[in-house]
């Protein structure tokens, strides 16, 4: 796993294109898994705080109850231009270190420890789609289909 420094380090270019699809819309779609592994699906916000890709949720919300029991994630960016996702494992910040993000009482700050950011996106002359595709030490790779 990596943080989001260790992406924009390793992957620079396509971690500029995934952050600016973030940081595009305001909401996004977080899934986690519930209890018998099914997927649920919620609205989040992101924010790019230091090396790190974080979120939150509301105190007593479903997606922390499945975040605690099995940290497994990914979000999915506001679709526009170019499909954004990323993947990893959510890590509570408690104790001191949440002091410095200044959050209501009650509410759960995240940092995404990431396993893969993916961008999608359609090359319209040559009726392409290109997804791009990293993962930590792995660097990028590129798939084109029609």
Do not use: N
Request: glycine share 8%; net charge negative; proline share 7%.
């Amino acid at each position: 796993m990596a943080t989001w420094d260790q992406f924009e380090t390793e992957a620079p270019d396509l971690a500029a294109r995934v952050r600016q699809r973030f940081e595009a819309h305001k909401t996004h779609v977080l899934a986690t898994l519930r209890a018998d592994g099914s997927p649920r699906v919620s609205g989040s916000e992101v924010e790019f705080i230091g090396p790190d890709l974080m979120f939150g949720s509301m105190p007593g919300a479903m997606k922390a109850h499945d975040l605690r029991r099995d940290p497994r994630c990914a979000i999915h960016a506001h679709p526009a231009d170019g499909d954004a996702k990323v993947s990893g494992a959510a890590i509570e910040i408690t104790g001191p270190a949440k002091a410095a993000y200044a959050s209501p009482p009650g509410v759960h700050d995240y940092r995404l420890d990431l396993t893969e950011a993916v961008l999608t996106s359609v090359d319209e002359a040559t009726e392409l789609l290109i997804i791009e595709y990293w993962r930590p030490g792995k660097g990028v790779s590129v798939t084109e289909r029609r």
